[in-house]
């Protein structure tokens, strides 16, 4: 058995899978697992399969005791973070609120509420879905900051926190094919509605098994993604068919989704043990091993890709643009209708930003 394959193992574990650990492992290999789950952000995931059988799981499978005890330290202080961060979610959208927009948590504290464990699941920074469109969000977000942030076409920067990074959406996510992407805006604009998340709001549950989709679609074209972005959509697809499911088929096919979707249904159910009735799409093997290799070499949002080694945001524009050249030509045999809009798209948006004084 492989490295990889151990990891998967207790990945499945961590997730309430039948198809778990096969054998007692040594103390090196959980060393080996350990520094894995640090790579991928799935540290408190993990220890849900550790804490099994009244924390006794882990030691009957070989994990020495100052791991396990190195590893709920780590959990401890995700925990904390989350503490902090649904402490300022609940903050920041009752006084968007009470100033007259509408708002909703987009990813990380909104997704962490369908873990069995929330405060395990490690998060980052805070997105949020701002509505009044970008002109009227962006004179809001400088007049309440005094700062002057770049503005993109789906984001822009709001510090309000001086521990946490906040971006405000004027739109949760988009396309490159301008033509695709007239048809998502057109889908969440119809879709839009809000659930309760941890005293405040997010998107409903059907909103995010397309949009959290798209989320690591968009980093397969960026830096990168990793298993806990994969692991949130689990989640979410867990939740879809606890309300009942539905199809998705015709939704993905206009939005030249399906065979990504594919591919990342093929990682689910043969890596992740999902059951095949939660399935958006049919699973194809080729489009999913190759987006394992993705993921495998990226790690958490790519920031153990070796290939993105000296490309940083703050790099020569150049550098960047090659870099992303190479990238979008390594996707086009899987994805070419996005794919060959990335170079035009970039293109003018750097010229739309440059004329809006976005830059």
């Not at 005791?65 to 202080?77: F, H, P, R």
């Amino acid at each position: 058995m492989t490295d990889k394959e151990l990891f998967f193992e207790l990945l499945r574990a961590s997730l309430g899978r039948p198809k778990a650990f096969t054998r007692k492992t040594s103390g090196a290999e959980w060393e080996d697992l350990y520094s894995e789950a640090r790579r991928q952000s799935v540290i408190g995931v993990c220890l849900q399969a550790i804490q099994k059988d009244d924390g006794k799981w882990g030691e009957e499978n070989g994990l020495p005791i100052d791991l396990k005890l190195k590893w709920i330290g780590k959990a401890e202080k995700i925990a904390d973070e989350n503490k902090k961060l649904n402490q300022q979610c609940r903050q920041l959208t009752e006084k968007l609120t009470r100033s007259g927009y509408w708002n909703c948590i987009l990813k990380g504290q909104g997704i962490a509420m369908l873990y069995p464990h929330p405060e395990w699941r490690q998060s980052g920074d805070i997105d949020i879905w701002v509505g009044g469109g970008r002109k009227r969000v962006v004179e809001m977000t400088r007049k309440v900051t005094n700062r002057k942030e770049e503005v993109t076409y789906h984001h822009t920067d709001f510090r309000v926190f001086d521990d946490t990074s906040v971006e405000v959406h004027f739109t949760p996510t988009w396309m490159f094919n301008p033509f695709t992407n007239r048809r998502l805006q057109r889908w969440m604009e119809e879709h839009k509605g809000i659930r309760e998340g941890n005293g405040f709001p997010c998107p409903t549950i059907q909103f995010d098994v397309l949009f959290i989709l798209i989320h690591i679609y968009r980093h397969i074209f960026d830096e990168g993604v990793g298993l806990r972005q994969i692991i949130d959509y689990y989640y979410v697809l867990k939740a879809y068919n606890e309300l009942g499911g539905g199809d998705f088929s015709n939704t993905l096919k206009s939005l030249n989704l399906s065979k990504f979707a594919q591919g990342l249904m093929w990682i689910l159910t043969e890596k992740l043990d999902m059951p095949v009735e939660w399935m958006i799409a049919k699973a194809d093997r080729r489009v999913g091993e190759w987006l394992l290799r993705e993921v495998e070499e990226a790690g958490n949002f790519g920031h153990f890709d070796k290939r993105n080694e000296g490309i940083y945001h703050n790099s020569p524009r150049l550098k960047r643009l090659w870099w992303r050249i190479k990238r979008s030509s390594e996707r086009i045999t899987y994805f070419p209708e996005e794919a060959l809009w990335e170079m035009p798209w970039r293109t003018w948006h750097y010229l739309w930003r440059m004329k809006n004084g976005y830059l």
